[in-house]
């Protein structure tokens, strides 16, 4: 057993565990954070994915200890007071889900997107989310949702004093 130091979601957890675990079971079993998703356990699908550091990542390839004493977003870190993230606003009224397995891995890596891009053009938006697969809505509209949250935070930022 290993000691693992990590931030997740801004909460300090300090777990023991077995240095083979991969960052998604730390995630989804030892601190029951089950909206990141395993589609697929080889890299290919997305569903896994977080931030780490800001960065999006494949949380099944990834070994946790090398997340130790950093900072991990998922999907349950994205809403904020109770509020949901725009991007989570827009993928509801944009129609970007249907059954909703890829989202928390598509809102992550466009999360990751509109922190370094805060205004992507449409091709940016398809290349960010390439490592992320959909099996239902043809993607049209997650970018479309990503489109509308964008233009949602860019007016939110304009209003600011
Ligand atoms: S579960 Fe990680 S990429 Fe599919
Ligand atoms: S909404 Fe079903 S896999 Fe994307």
């Known amino acids: 057993m290993t000691t693992l130091s990590i931030q997740v979601n801004g909460a300090q957890h300090d ?14 079993r030892d601190l029951g954070l089950t909206g990141t998703h395993v589609g697929c356990d080889t890299s290919q699908c997305g569903a896994c994915t977080v931030l780490l550091d800001g960065e999006a990542v494949k949380s099944c390839t990834m070994l ?6 950093r900072e991990v977003t998922t999907v349950e870190g994205l809403a904020r ?15 970007g889900l249907q059954c909703g397995f890829c989202t928390p891995g598509m809102l992550m890596s466009a999360s990751c997107l509109l922190a370094r891009n805060p205004s992507p053009s449409e091709d ?11 099996r239902c809505t043809g993607y049209v509209n997650i970018i479309k949702s990503v489109q509308e949250a964008a233009s949602k935070m860019a007016s939110a930022a304009e209003k600011q004093p």
């Open 15 to 28: 777990v023991d565990i077995e240095p083979r675990t991969l960052l998604v079971d730390l995630l989804r």
């Open 64 to 69: 946790a200890v090398q997340a130790h004493g």
């Open 81 to 95: 007071d109770g509020k949901l993230h725009p991007l989570q606003e827009a993928f509801i009224d944009c129609h």
């Open 124 to 134: 940016e938006i398809a290349q960010a989310l390439e490592g992320n697969l959909c």
